[in-house]
């Protein structure tokens, strides 16, 4: 640990400059390697399912022309190919997009409850179909300083994750609450719980990382591209909140958003109330 190295107070010690560009060095080379490894993994996910399509291209020009049933499983795959790369596609746009924006917080107020509300009454047809109950609790307006689309992106992805990892029979809850404690900045919380498998703790801290995955087939079944928790953490961060994952084998997962609470500039209510 660099930071660790005792630090001489003035500039006659000398050192501190030397100190400080190692420390900026290390970062750098860090991040070039997360880089290079990112584009790895993102050629290794396109390659995938390209390769498979060109496999499938060259049997129906050869063995498989004449043969109708092969033509048409055949088909069948590859468009489930084709949308497997234009997820990760877009997985990847929204990933650079969010991160572009990263540095300038969202000031607009948006109703997380309403966005959670609406979720539970998109998706919930969806999980009914895969044996799962979806409910909701939250009650009344729970605003933060936010970008309506991306924090919709955060519910949608953590409920999708719950109803795709949460097993079958269970119960998934979505709920969006205030805690405040004074002189601390309230907060709003986006919760999503699931009664599903759970992860193992070593599997936990790396969640958020791109592409990481605990099971990979079954990510891929599922239609996963691994970018998923990934994105939702930059969106967090952009919102100055903080994301927490519980969970345990056994013992279902819970996922929260932390954000900090709209605060008005001015008494809104002033211009509402007549005379
Ligand atoms: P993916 O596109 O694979 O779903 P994510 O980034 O959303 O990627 O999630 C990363 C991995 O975390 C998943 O592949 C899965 O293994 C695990 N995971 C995410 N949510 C849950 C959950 N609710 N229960 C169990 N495992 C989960």
Known sequence: ??????????????????????????????????????????SHELRTP???????????????????PARERFLGIM??????????????????R???????????????ARIARQMVETQGPLARERGVELTLEAEGVHRVPGERDELLRVVENLV?????????????????????????????????????????????PRLTERFYRVDVASSRDQGGTGLGLAIVKH?????RGRLAIESALGAGTTVRAFFPEYVAERDETAETIPG
């Open 50 to 68: 390209l390769a498979s399509l060109l496999g499938f291209i060259e049997t129906l020009q050869g063995p498989a022309r004449n043969d109708a």
């Open 1 to 42: 640990q660099l930071g660790a190295l005792p630090m001489p107070d003035g500039p006659a010690g000398g050192q501190p400059n030397v100190v400080l560009f190692l420390r900026d060095l290390t970062s750098a080379r860090r991040l070039e390697a997360m880089r290079v490894d990112f584009v790895a993994n993102a």
């Open 79 to 96: 468009k489930i190919q084709a949308h497997r790369m234009t997820r990760l596609i877009d997985d990847l746009l929204s990933l650079s």
């Open 235 to 239: 969106i967090v961060n952009r919102h």
């Open 160 to 204: 999708e994750n719950a109803v795709k990892y949460g097993g079958s029979g269970g119960r998934i809850v979505v709920a969006v609450t205030r805690v405040a404690e004074p002189p601390r900045r309230a907060q709003v919380v986006l919760a999503v719980r699931d009664e599903g498998p759970g992860i193992a703790p070593e599997h936990i």
């Open 98 to 112: 969010i991160e572009l924006r990263e540095h300038v917080a969202p000031t607009k107020a948006v109703d997380l």
